[in-house]
């Protein structure tokens, strides 16, 4: 946009300078007024675009609608819940698994007090005496001191800290009885009480372990079905976020491309006015040229190299159609062209053989020139030749 604005403020400050100018700034802002068509053009294919996406869409949404009632019903019964219902469902069946796994934590008490009845259990009963005893490498040979008290307490625990699984229970069971045979000798009567209460309790947990393992794969089961459900909730709620965003960033895309579109209007119409104040402007510079200084303008055109001679033949082209710039001979005659015409030629030659003056150590050069321009060369002399002895009018 900022461009654009910079063109008109352009246009409005070229109020001097000579008219070959005027033509260059002219040819700029032609080429300026080209590129902002190209973009409205560009915007409005946009915009076309996006109004036959919305009108599709509405269209395949009301043939929906209208075929499809029976469908819909059917996508109703099994439309997915909420994630917000997703969370309380999970929340509920929590409760419900943890109520359960404290069911089977009551039943493997019954487990705890047949082993706590035994009367080999009351080694195990209260942690180790390890001061009273005297056994100063206890803790170098026991990372995890247990018993049954420790064991009990954090059954009846009500603060949270308490076991969440039986697995955990029977961890720390085996563990009073590992400790003691662990750091007792195997003669020693702690050891053997030890390795037999261990084989007791394994015996009653096989026997219990089924239940466990039942349990356990409910819960697995549970679990996948939720997180399968929770996925699917979030996959809804995404998609139908994505939806209703992508509309809206449509709907603002499109107003966008409209605002755009007036705006480029606006300078447009602005850019056309001063274009076309600059034309007139342009027009009022150019002074008739005498016909000396046309008979000057042949005699310079003359002594072009063949490649400048090509340009201004092209010169002379733009402002004449029917002149033929590329053909074998060309018959050029100078007072038959327009005063625009003519000045572009007259700065052009200028400033053509400012250079060839410069470079006239290679002139060498110009002898492999091919025989087509050659001939054009020939022509221009003879039209010059013949302004130089036509009478002025």
Known sequence: ????????????????????????????????????????????????????????????????????????????????????????????????????????????????????????VWPFMQPVDVEGLGLHDYYEVIDKPMDFSTIKNQTEAKDGTGYKNVREICVDVRLVFTNAMKYNDEKSDVHVMAKTLLEKFEEKWLQFLPKVTEEETRREQEEAEAQLSMQLAQEAAHARMARDLSNEILLLHVLNLLKRLNLLSFQLYDVDVHLEELREMAVKKFRKMTTDEKRKLGAALARLSPEDLSKALEIVAQNNPSFQATAEEVDLDIDAQSQSTLWKLKYFIEEALEKQSKNSGSTSGNENHNNKNRRKQESCDAVAKASKNKKPT
């Not at 819940?81 to 509920?92: D, F, G, L, M, Y």
């Open 1 to 120: 946009m900022d461009t654009f604005g910079a063109s008109i403020s352009e246009a409005k400050n070229i109020t001097t300078g000579n008219p070959y100018d005027c033509l260059i700034e002219m040819e700029g802002f032609k080429c300026r007024v080209d590129d902002m068509i190209s973009k409205v053009d560009e915007l409005e294919q946009k915009v076309n675009d996006i109004e036959n996406f919305f009108s599709s869409t509405n269209k395949r949404q009301n043939n929906m609608d209208k075929g499809n009632s029976s469908t819909k019903d059917k996508d109703k019964e099994k439309h997915v819940p909420s994630i917000k219902k997703q969370n309380k469902v999970a929340t509920r069946r929590e409760a419900a698994a943890a109520k359960r796994m404290q069911d089977l934590m009551r039943q493997f008490g019954t487990i705890l007090r047949q082993i706590t009845q035994h009367k080999w």
